[in-house]
Nanobody, 125 residues
Framework: QVQLVESGGGLVQAGDSLSLSCAAS????????MTWFRQAPGKEREFVAF????????SYADSVKGRFTISRVNARNTVNLQMNSLKPEDTAVYYC??????????????????WGQGTQVTVSS
């Protein structure tokens, strides 16, 4: 079993930066993947960013590419999502997910068995 705890959400203005963290505990393995998704009110959950913690392989949604950076903080346990140049449309609950998805399923929420509780990010215009 894996437990995920997110932190770092808050209220910021458009153009500001914010950093989210996701700490994993329990049974994490080599080649574990940790991914951020988000869900805005009235919208479906969407993929944001992915990292495979052993290889540092990353991928991003087009909507955040160049503005967000996902990184591993320490060995297999914590990943950060640095969000720069935030826009009002980035407002959502951000969720950390973890698992071992196949490469073609890295952006698919149902491929991840472990989820955090979510952290609210609100960007005012």
């Amino acid at each position: 079993q894996v437990q995920l705890v997110e932190s770092g959400g808050g209220l910021v203005q458009a153009g500001d930066s914010l950093s989210l963290s996701c700490a994993a505990s329990g049974r994490t393995y080599r080649n574990f993947a940790m991914t951020w998704f988000r869900q805005a009110p009235g919208k479906e959950r969407e993929f944001v960013a992915f990292i495979r913690v052993s290889s540092f392989t990353t991928s991003y949604a087009d909507s955040v590419k160049g503005r967000f950076t996902i990184s591993r903080v320490n060995a297999r346990n914590t990943v950060n999502l640095q969000m720069n140049s935030l826009k009002p449309e980035d407002t959502a609950v951000y969720y950390c997910a973890a698992g071992h998805p196949d490469s073609e399923l890295e952006h698919v929420g149902s491929a991840y068995p472990y989820w955090g509780q979510g952290t609210q990010v609100t960007v005012s215009s």
